[in-house]
C-alpha cells in the first residue's frame, strides 16, 4: 500500500511517497530517486529511539554513508544553537553539494533540519521522512523551513523544497492522542477550505480515522497533502493565495501567544480558530449559520475544542491578531468561509464583529 504524489515547486516536481513501511525502504527509495553517496540523518531522542535503526539499516543496505545528529525533543530547540550541531556534523563528515541531508521526526525536526539543507554548502539535498501528524500533511510539504528566534516564531527562514518526501502511515501509532489530534486538524482545515470530499469522508468515516485505521489514514492524509500542494504550486513564495491555509490560524496564532505556548497544541488553536472563522463569516453575512454548526460538528467528532478556556481576554486576543505577520494596514487579514470547501480572505473585518464572538466562545 504505497502512493507516490508529485508535488510541483518553482518549476520542478518532487515525488512525495505515502504508505506503511516506507522507513525500512527509504534507502531503496533514495536510490530509486537518484540519490547516492552520504547522509547526514537528523532527528531527536524520542523519534531515534523508535526508528533510527530501521532508516539507518536500510540506508546502508542501499550503500549510503550515514552520519546521525540528535537535536533534544522540543519546539524550544529548534533555535540557532541546535542548528550549529547539524552543520558541525555536516562539516566534520564533509557532506558535499549531492549529500542529503534527511530529517526524521516532526515539524520541529523538519524544519530545522531543513534550514541546514538549504544553507550548509548553499544548499544540499533534503529528504523530508515526517513521523507526526502534522508534519505529514503540513510542514514536509510546501518547502518553508526555519528556525525559531527568541523575538517569535520562525524568524529565520527560508523556502526550500525537499528531493523527497517519504510519509510512513505505520510511524503514526506511536504517536500520542493529542499529537494525532492536531495534526487532524489541519486535515479538516483541509476539508472546510477546499475539499468537499475529504470533509464528507472525515464526517462519515470518524471511527476508522480515529483508530487511525491505515487505509483511511491514507486517504485523508493523501487528500491533505494534493490540497496543500497545489495551493503552494500556485504560490510557492506565499504571496497570494498560499494565504487560505491560514484559516483559523490567525486567531489561532494569538491564542498560541497569548497562553505562552503552554496551554494549546497548535491544532487545538487552531480548531478554536476555525470555529471562530465560522462565527465570524456568519455575523459579517458571508455564510448561512449552518457553516457554523457545521464546522463545531467536525471538530467536536474529532474531540478537537471550540471553545476559549477561561480567563482569556478577548481585547488581548485582537491586540495579538494586530502583530501577527499576516496584518495588512492595522487590520488583521482573516481567512473567512462562504461555505464548506472555499475561502475569501478579508482585510477589513471590524474589531467590533470580533469582539463578541470571541466572547461568545469563553473569552473575557
Ligand atoms: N514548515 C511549515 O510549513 C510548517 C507548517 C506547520 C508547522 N510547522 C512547524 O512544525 C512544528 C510542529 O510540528 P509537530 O507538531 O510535528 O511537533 P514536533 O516536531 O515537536 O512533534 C511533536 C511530538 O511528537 C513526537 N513524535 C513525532 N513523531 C512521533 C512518532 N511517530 N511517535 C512518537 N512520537 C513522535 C516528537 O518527538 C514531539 O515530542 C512547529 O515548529 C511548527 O512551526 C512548520
Ligand atoms: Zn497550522
Request: aromatic letters at 4%.
Amino acid at each position: 500500500m504505497v502512493r507516490r504524489m508529485e508535488i510541483t515547486a518553482d518549476a520542478e516536481a518532487y515525488p512525495l511517497y505515502l504508505g506503511s513501511g516506507l522507513l525500512a525502504q527509504a534507502g531503496a527509495i533514495l536510490r530509486e530517486e537518484g540519490l547516492a553517496g552520504k547522509v547526514l540523518v537528523v532527528t531527536n531522542p524520542t523519534v531515534g529511539a523508535l526508528y533510527l535503526a530501521v532508516v539507518v539499516k536500510g540506508l546502508e543496505e542501499a550503500g549510503f554513508a550515514v552520519q546521525t545528529v540528535t537535536i533534544p525533543d522540543g519546539e524550544a530547540y529548534k533555535r540557532l544553537d541546535q542548528l550549529t550541531k547539524v552543520y558541525d556534523a555536516a562539516a566534520v563528515g564533509c557532506l558535499e553539494r549531492d549529500s542529503v541531508v534527511l530529517a526524521l521526526g516532526g515539524g520541529v525536526i523538519g524544519d530545522l533540519a531543513g534550514f541546514a539543507a538549504a544553507t550548509y554548502l548553499r544548499g544540499v539535498r533534503l529528504v523530508q521522512v515526517p513521523t507526526s501528524l502534522l508534519a505529514q500533511v503540513d510542514s514536509s510539504i510546501g518547502g518553508k523551513v526555519a528556525v525559531n528566534h527568541r523575538e517569535g516564531k520562525n524568524l529565520i527562514g527560508s523556502f526550500y523544497q525537499p528531493s523527497v518526501v517519504l510519509s510512513d502511515l505505520e510511524v503514526l501509532g506511536t504517536l500520542n492522542e493529542r499529537e494525532f489530534k492536531t495534526g487532524l486538524a489541519e486535515i479538516i482545515k483541509a476539508g472546510l477550505i477546499g475539499d468537499c470530499d475529504l470533509d464528507a469522508f472525515l464526517r462519515t468515516h470518524s471511527t476508522v480515522v480515529r483508530e487511525r485505521q491505515p487505509e483511511a489514514l491514507l486517504e485523508i492524509i493523501a487528500r491533505a497533502c494534493a490540497f496543500k500542494a497545489q495551493v503552494v504550486t500556485e504560490d510557492v513564495r506565499e504571496r497570494g493565495r498560499r494565504a487560505i491555509l491560514n484559516y483559523g490560524h490567525t486567531i489561532g496564532h494569538a491564542l498560541e501567544a497569548e497562553t505562552g505556548y503552554a496551554v494549546y497544541r497548535h491544532g487545538e488553536a487552531v480548531a478554536i480558530g476555525m470555529a471562530a472563522a465560522a462565527a465570524i463569516s456568519v455575523e459579517m453575512g458571508l455564510a448561512t449559520p449552518d457553516l457554523n454548526q457545521a464546522t463545531i460538528e467536525i471538530l467536536q467528532l474529532y474531540d478537537l475544542p471550540t471553545t476559549i478556556e477561561e480567563g482569556i481576554s478577548a481585547e488581548q486576543l485582537v491586540a495579538r491578531m494586530a502583530w501577527d505577520k499576516k496584518v495588512k494596514d492595522g487590520h488583521p487579514r482573516l481567512v473567512l468561509s462562504p461555505k464548506i470547501g472555499d475561502v475569501v480572505v478579508k482585510d477589513d473585518v471590524p474589531m467590533e464583529v470580533i469582539l463578541p464572538v470571541l466572547r461568545r466562545m469563553g473569552a473575557v
